[in-house]
Structure formats: structure tokens, C-alpha cells
């Protein structure tokens, strides 16, 4: 078929051409909106799950639908080298410049906040200051939200901000990608800065997404974030959620699939948003006319592997030294196709070593996300089909 008029759209964050399967998350966000315009009292949010399950979608989904009730948003994606004083400063001067407050006297006094925020940089942070022009004319404040210490800092910034919104009735919402990768003090200073503003009442969340340990990173922080935030887990997309990814925008083309080929495309991708565009887009290329049948998916199925095997995730494996490749390995042998969790100490084991002298492999790759600790002594992929990918592909 007409590969122009290809509507599946496998690529980091983007937007599939039918968001399916997401319904009750979205519809629990129009909750919470409709709750902080209230006035009533709501948690922050965070998303977790695998990658390659839609978390970033739809955390750009969640934002479009603040931005469509008029609030101010921002968004950063977290580094596990970098501060976020920077990228909040930027993210929330794009939240302030949304709320468009008719009073410019308020406004540039929460602007003077903001800037002092954002220069106040100490330790290896210090360059930033010189690099960074925010772009804001008034004068940096004195004496508020300049102290240096994040999160009496944060805390400061964050609750002028809502005041400012609360001003015009709208909100502030502040997204964060990748948060697993935010650093430790700044992640206990946006726990204290949430439990501040939750007890205020003040129109601000925090929507954060990351992976499945991302919850006791933040229990680790502070002991009541698991109260602070309301936790949403997202997943594989059950069986009618996937078919409609796949029916929705082929039927907008005038194309359709044969039952047996969607029973194929579901056994392929397993559920996951990412797989599910990636082995649809390929089908969709090698059938010749609608309907699409099993024989198109059999014949798409290895093209569509190949694929990923180099981008999805031969290129997850490529950044990893060979001691880390050889403990992910041992992981696959031990946890099977499914990429099963399996214990630290098996590893260890299966590896002739003593646990001792692997935890700098294994905490290599938790920071580079590519495995996490899915419980104490537990460790598991954190990229779906990944221990398939290194059983069908032999270490060097």
C-alpha cells in the first residue's frame, strides 16, 4: 500500500495517530483540574511503567489538557547530571508566560522570584548563571528564593506561582519526564515543595512520569511521598485498546485487517503502544491491498524486528560495557524471553562471582535506565522483550 499514507507512527514521545487504551488516565486528570479550580485539595501525580509503554505521550496529552483549561504549564525532562534549578527556572517561566495575569505589577514580582531562583547557582552549578540568559527585564528579588538551599528555594518559587494563578483561577502544572533521573536533593525538594502547596491548597501540581522504581526513589527521599502523590501505573494495552491503535487510523485511509492479521500484530507486539506502531508500520508497507492479512504481518513480522533489534534495542545495548552486557546477559539466561525479574544473588551465581563485586555493573545500569530494582534483592529490564533481544543475540 501507499507508504505516504502510512498513519502509524512508531518514535520516542510521539503521538500515535489514535491514543488508545489511555481513557481513565485522561479522564482522571479532568478530575483533578476540575478539583484545584474548585478550590478542593488534590495530589500530584506520577506515571510509571516500562519504556516503550506511552508514559511520555501521555504526559503531553495530560499537558495539552491543563493548556486547554487555560492553565500554565511547563515540562522538563530529567538528567542524572544536571540540576534542575535550570530547567525549572525555564519550565516555569513558560508556565507564567501562559497564565498571561493582567496585572504586570504581580506578574513581575514573581519574575523577580524566578530570576533570583535561577541565578542563584552554587557548586557545579555555578556556571549556569554565566551560560543562562532568562530573558526576564525586572531585577532579581532579595531574600526570596535565593537562600541556595533547593528546596527552601523551590518551595518559595513554586508558592508564588500559584499565587499568580490562583489570581486569574487558573493553575500551574509541572511536568517532568525521566523523573527517576532527577537528582537526590531536588528530589526531596519537589516532595517538600508539593506537601507545602498541598497543605495550602494552591493551584500547583507536579505530573511527574518514569519507570517502575520511580516511587521508592521518591520514598527514599521523603517518607510520606508515597501519601503525596497519587500513582498511576501505565501498561501493555489489553486487547480491544491495541486492535483500535491499529483499526482507527488504517479505517480513516480506507484500509482494514483481517481478523487473523490483528491476532498476529497482538501476538507480535505483545500490547505495547511502541511495538504496536513499529510492526503496524511495517505491515502496513508490505501489504499490497486492504484488508490486511496474516500473511502481510508474517512477511512484515522480520522486517519489523530487524528495526528494532538496531533502534529500540541494539541501541540501549551499545551503551553498555562489557561487564554490564555480560551481567545483562545472565539476566536473560536467568529470567527468560519475558524478561522476568530475577534475584541479584542468582546473577551472581550464574556469573561465578561474589554479589560484592557486581554492584558497580548493576548500579551502572540502573543509572542508565537500563534495568531497575524491582524490589529488594530483585532486578528486571526496564526496556519489554529485552532479555528476547539478548537471548536471540549471542555477547561478544
Not at 512508531?10 to 488508545?20: F, K, S, T, V, W
Amino acid at each position: 500500500m501507499d507508504p505516504v499514507r502510512n498513519p502509524y507512527a512508531p518514535g520516542a514521545g510521539q503521538r500515535p495517530p489514535e491514543l488508545a487504551g489511555r481513557d481513565d488516565e485522561l479522564s482522571a486528570f479532568d478530575v483533578v483540574l476540575e478539583r484545584i479550580a474548585r478550590g478542593r485539595p488534590e495530589r500530584s501525580l506520577v506515571l510509571t511503567g516500562l519504556r516503550g509503554v506511552g508514559k511520555t505521550v501521555l504526559l503531553n496529552q495530560l499537558r495539552s489538557a491543563a493548556i486547554g483549561r487555560g492553565w500554565g504549564t511547563g515540562k522538563i525532562e530529567a538528567r542524572p547530571d544536571q540540576s534542575l534549578r535550570r530547567p525549572v527556572s525555564s519550565a516555569l517561566h513558560m508556565a507564567l508566560r501562559e497564565l498571561r495575569h493582567p496585572d504586570q505589577d504581580s506578574m513581575d514580582a514573581v519574575l523577580s522570584t524566578l530570576k533570583a531562583f535561577a541565578q542563584r547557582a552554587v557548586g557545579s552549578d555555578a556556571k549556569v548563571r554565566d551560560r543562562w540568559q532568562p530573558g526576564i527585564d525586572v531585577p532579581a528579588a532579595s531574600g526570596r528564593a535565593d537562600s541556595g538551599d533547593m528546596e527552601i528555594d523551590l518551595v518559595e518559587l513554586l508558592s508564588d506561582a500559584a499565587g499568580l494563578a490562583a489570581d486569574v483561577g487558573k493553575g500551574v502544572a509541572l511536568f517532568i519526564d525521566e523523573m527517576q533521573d532527577v537528582q537526590a536533593p531536588d528530589v526531596s525538594a519537589i516532595c517538600a515543595a508539593c506537601h507545602e502547596l498541598s497543605q495550602q491548597g494552591a493551584p500547583l501540581i507536579v505530573v511527574g512520569a518514569g519507570l517502575p522504581h520511580l516511587p521508592a526513589v521518591l520514598s527514599a527521599s521523603k517518607s510520606y511521598s508515597e501519601r503525596l502523590f497519587r500513582y498511576l501505573r501505565i501498561d501493555r494495552l489489553d486487547r480491544a485498546a491495541a486492535d483500535r491503535a491499529l483499526l482507527a487510523p488504517a479505517e480513516r485511509e480506507d484500509v482494514t485487517f483481517d481478523p487473523a492479521a490483528l491476532d498476529a500484530l497482538y501476538a507480535a507486539a505483545d500490547g505495547y503502544p511502541y511495538f504496536v506502531q513499529a510492526y503496524g508500520k511495517v505491515t502496513w508497507d508490505v501489504a499490497a491491498a486492504s484488508p490486511v492479512t496474516a500473511a502481510d504481518v508474517a512477511m512484515a513480522a522480520p522486517v519489523a524486528e530487524a528495526e528494532l533489534a538496531v533502534g529500540f534495542f541494539g541501541s540501549r545495548y551499545d551503551r553498555a560495557t562489557p561487564a554490564e552486557r555480560e551481567y545483562m546477559h545472565a539476566m536473560a539466561e536467568l529470567g527468560g524471553p519475558q524478561g522476568a525479574a530475577v534475584a541479584t544473588s542468582e546473577v551472581a551465581v550464574s556469573l561465578g562471582r561474589k554479589p560484592a563485586s557486581l554492584s558497580p555493573a548493576r548500579d551502572s545500569l540502573i543509572k542508565k535506565g537500563l534495568v531497575y530494582s524491582a524490589e529488594r534483592g530483585q532486578i528486571a529490564f526496564t526496556v519489554p522483550h529485552f532479555g528476547r533481544y539478548l537471548l536471540s543475540h549471542p555477547s561478544d
